[in-house]
């Protein structure tokens, strides 16, 4: 169906099949679906460190250019799926205009309405590390007639951050910190332009951390809300959970011991410490900890679990007395820093990375 003069919503033009996604894409599409409310918002639904979406339905009521009368009504979905790369300093962006819907008045033509996805991308120079530099599509702005949208309702955007080699051994780990902004565009010659800047962002940050990343470049939303689950059920670790806990939960039940003592990684978070001699300087002092209250354990299968973790910047050095130690078993200290390893490797936490931990049942 043509675009016509209408009083009912239409669908501009007979609704095209889509091209085919892959499964990254309708997955993120599907899930995001469920997150309808976290979707709409600016910084859209953040699923994790490498993707994100953002869906807004926009109903607008268009009028004339002295802003008097109505002219017609536009309906339709603005769509942005993020996907960050582990192992490459790259972000991809598809965006789209979908389920298009208009309804005119006094003889509006609404064939002449036009929708815009205008992106732009900055860098925080003063949060990145030394020469940031970023390489942007070939285009970041599609204004389109609704016709236009409806046949061709995807596009891509690709952004990259050059990089000068592995230098994260001299203390570079050239982060790139960015932010990408999307304004929302709808004019034609007749009505009065519906402009809203900043209808989506996204903050993005590139690296080359080296092997404390896990691969040892790549891209990571840094808005994402990262935690490390342990389970009091869990075999493997019970032991290290219930430590965890009893340091959010029941700090009084702890050691060092104060009535007042108060530990972060619930609703503060930890952050990342990769820094060697700092963590071995923490667990030493964690070990004397130990020992202070439960003597020489030297010769038993038990070893000193301290918490917050001594790769932290949290950890019992901290100054501020907001830790715990305990005695536990063996493996189960272990396979806590196993797990602790892994949640830092495949989430990207570089130093100073922000965390939060959660005990379940």
């Known amino acids: ?18 091209p085919p996604k892959n499964s990254e894409e309708t997955d993120l599409r599907t899930e995001c679906g469920k997150h309808e409310t976290e979707a709409s918002s600016k910084t859209g639904w953040i699923k994790s460190r490498f993707e994100s979406c953002y869906k807004r339905h926009y109903d607008l009521v268009l009028r004339d250019k002295q802003n008097k009368e109505q002219r017609g009504r536009l309906i ?15 972000v991809d962006f598809v965006a789209s205009v979908e389920d298009i819907q208009v309804a005119t008045f006094g003889g509006e033509d609404a064939t002449k309405w036009r929708i815009g996805q205008l992106f732009s991308h900055s860098i925080d120079a003063s949060a990145s590390d030394p020469d940031p530099k970023i390489s942007g599509p070939s285009t970041e702005k599609r204004d389109e007639l609704l016709g236009v949208w409806n046949s061709t309702p995807t596009w891509t955007l690709s952004y ?42 996204a903050n993005v940050r590139f690296d080359y951390s ?3 990343a896990g691969k040892f470049k790549g891209t990571v939303f840094t808005k994402a809300r990262v935690e490390l689950t342990m389970s009091l059920k869990d075999p493997e670790v019970n032991e290290s959970a219930l430590h965890i806990y009893d ?11 104060s009535a007042s003592k108060s530990v972060p990684g619930e609703t503060q ?28 354990y030297s010769g ?7 918490y917050p973790f ?13 830790y715990s130690v305990r005695l536990i078993e063996g493996s189960d200290n272990e396979n806590g820093g196993s797990m602790l390893n892994s949640m830092y490797t495949l989430n990207r936490i570089i130093d100073g990375d922000a965390f939060f931990m959660k005990i379940v049942p």
């Open 310 to 322: 001594a790769s932290t910047h949290e950890g019992s050095l901290a100054g501020n007395g907001r």
């Open 269 to 296: 978070p930890l952050h990342r410490l990769v820094d060697a001699k700092k963590q071995a300087d923490q667990r030493t002092n964690s070990i004397k900890e130990c020992k202070k209250v439960w003597g020489d």
């Open 160 to 201: 990259t951050s050059p990089d000068k080699g592995p230098l994260y051994s001299q203390g570079n780990a050239q982060k790139v910190m960015s932010t990408y902004d999307m304004t929302t565009t709808v004019n034609s010659p007749t009505v009065d332009p519906y402009i809203e800047v900043g209808s989506y962002q």
């Open 247 to 257: 340091a959010l939960k029941r700090p009084e039940r702890t050691f060092p011991s």
């Open 210 to 212: 080296g092997p404390v």
């Open 1 to 18: 169906m043509s675009i016509g003069q209408q009083s009912k919503m239409s669908r501009t033009l007979p609704s095209p099949a889509l």
């Open 76 to 90: 339709f979905d603005s769509w942005v799926l993020g996907f960050t790369l582990d192992g490459s300093r790259q």
């Open 300 to 306: 038993t299968p038990l070893q000193c679990d301290e």
